[in-house]
């Protein structure tokens, strides 16, 4: 039976997805890591956000921060995506307590939590993907740690590393705030 799905822009759509993927296969080849281990900036890549990603011999975690680059002159710009991967990673020091709501994409409501407003920490291996819709392009950087990072990275960073640990903190929730009217 013919496939009636194999339309002219199908077939084109699905060459560009094959290439994409063997290229992404070259270069996590390339960068000389366990494959496994970039699954968590494939996901950060593809839907956004913070992941990570534990098997018996692996954690790994992508933390995503994003840059925005605007030129006064011309009014014109874009958002750069810059994703961290740390595998094996090991926290080194944190700093503050920073109260905030949060949401993980494992719960369906936010919740209070306190996370450092900076952190160390280094990783058995780090590379810095850096995601340019100007230029349609994705770089990856092996890079060497120790790395800091303050405010939403932070936060990330923290949250991810909890995930690794298999040990989450449960907050508190919406509904145990107070609503005060101010006159
Ligand atoms: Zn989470």
Redesign the pocket.
């Given at each position: 039976m013919d496939d009636p799905v194999c339309s002219g822009a199908e077939f084109d759509k699905l060459k560009k997805q094959l290439s994409f993927n063997l290229a992404e296969k070259r270069v996590i080849k390339d960068l000389n890591i366990q494959p496994d281990a970039f699954i968590p900036v494939l996901f950060s890549l593809k839907f956004g956000g913070d992941w990570s990603f534990k098997t018996k011999d692996l954690e790994a975690m992508a933390v995503k921060e994003k840059i925005t680059r605007f030129n006064e002159i011309d009014g014109e710009g874009y958002t750069l995506e810059r994703v961290t991967l740390f595998v094996n990673p090991q926290l080194i020091s944190t700093h503050g307590k920073i109260l905030r709501l949060e949401k993980?994409?494992?719960k369906n409501e936010r919740e209070l939590v306190e996370r450092p407003f900076r952190v160390q920490l280094d990783a058995q291996d780090i590379v810095i993907a850096e995601l340019n819709p100007g230029s349609m392009e994705i770089t990856l950087k092996r890079i060497e740690g120790p790395l800091s990072f303050e405010g939403s990275a932070a936060y990330g960073v923290s949250?991810?590393m909890e995930?690794l640990a298999g040990c989450e903190h449960t907050g508190k929730f919406i509904w145990e705030f107070e609503y005060k009217l101010k006159d």
């Open positions: 993980c994409g494992t949250h991810e995930h």
